[in-house]
């Protein structure tokens, strides 16, 4: 039975310890990115400003969530700091996400529009795609949720098995 208290504090810890590692590990990827959401129509667009920095990486990306998605009826744009469009995408399911290079620094523009009146909430991001050891740390942090789990669970078994070879 103390075994079993054990293993429960140390899974709960990990458990704990994981979910810590989530919250740090999207704050450190969604660093530099920036969010946005908001209600468009034919004559609404929605448009999130996002400052890119070539010394720190040459490859943007944005990201758009449409609530109630309809076909062919939103796109997204991006222009660079001289308001030059750079990419241009037709939204045909209701998320999408999407790189593009970062020719300069300055002030990026994402923009959300839609040709249905009827109004549509919809979230956006843009920003430097992450690296590769960003990215990590979130991977870390589920393994860590995971073998936590998996040690409560089994402690549980074990606790189920003990009372029922007592009784």
Do not use: C, H
Request: hydrophobic residues 45%; glycine residues 12%.
């Amino acid at each position: 039975m103390q075994k079993s208290g054990m293993v429960l504090v140390i899974s709960g810890g990990l458990i704990v310890i994981g979910l810590v590692l989530v919250v740090l590990g999207n704050q450190i990827i969604l660093e530099g990115v920036s969010q946005g959401n908001g209600k468009i129509k034919s004559d609404q667009a929605l448009t999130i400003i996002g400052n890119l920095d070539t010394q720190k990486t040459s490859i943007g990306v944005f990201a758009v969530q449409i609530i109630e998605f309809k076909d062919n009826t939103f796109s997204a744009k991006v222009l660079d700091p001289l308001d030059i469009e750079i990419i241009s995408q037709e939204i045909n399911e209701d998320t999408i996400e999407k790189e593009f290079d970062i020719i300069e620094t300055g002030t990026y523009k994402l923009i959300i529009e839609s040709v249905n009146n009827e109004e549509t909430q919809v979230f956006g991001a843009i920003g430097p795609l992450p690296d590769g050891s960003k990215t990590l740390l979130g991977f870390i942090s589920i393994y860590v949720l995971v073998i936590g789990m998996i040690g409560l669970v089994g402690v549980g078994i074990y606790l189920i098995r003990n009372r029922m070879k007592s009784v």
